[in-house]
Nanobody, 125 residues
Framework: QVQLVESGGGLVQPGGSLRLSCVASGFTLGYFTIGWFRQAPGKEREGVSGISTQTGRTYYAESVKGRFTISRDNAKNTVYLQMDNLKPEDTAIYYC??????????????????WGQGTQVTVSS
């Protein structure tokens, strides 16, 4: 069955970096868009970044542009999120998800059919 597993979260100081991984199984990565979302306590889940694993087109929320970089390795069925210059407001649980093929808005959570369990990112001194 379809499964997504995130890893790479942790505690980092402001200005630091982390790289999150999302390993997919149960489907071929090269035909779908994968999104990264995050949810902070008391807030709604929000889109952070997305990538078409077929074309390589990438998407970023304004709040992370210039600091986060999404990439994929289709041979490893893995999508990465490199996060640099982290800020305390980046603290959240980060989730990856696979979007249905007919999706049109990478930020729309309802277009994603399967989600990982999440990985905690904490940015604090």
């Amino acid at each position: 069955q379809v499964q997504l597993v995130e890893s790479g979260g942790g505690l980092v100081q402001p200005g630091g970096s982390l790289r999150l991984s999302c390993v997919a199984s149960g489907f071929t990565l090269g035909y779908f868009t994968i999104g990264w979302f995050r949810q902070a306590p008391g807030k709604e889940r929000e889109g952070v970044s997305g990538i078409s694993t077929q074309t390589g087109r990438t998407y970023y929320a304004e709040s992370v542009k210039g600091r986060f970089t999404i990439s994929r390795d289709n041979a490893k069925n893995t999508v990465y999120l490199q996060m640099d210059n982290l800020k305390p407001e980046d603290t959240a649980i980060y989730y990856c998800a696979v979007r249905r093929p007919d999706g049109t808005n990478w930020l729309d959570r309802s277009e994603y059919t399967h989600w990982g369990q999440g990985t905690q990112v904490t940015v604090s001194s």
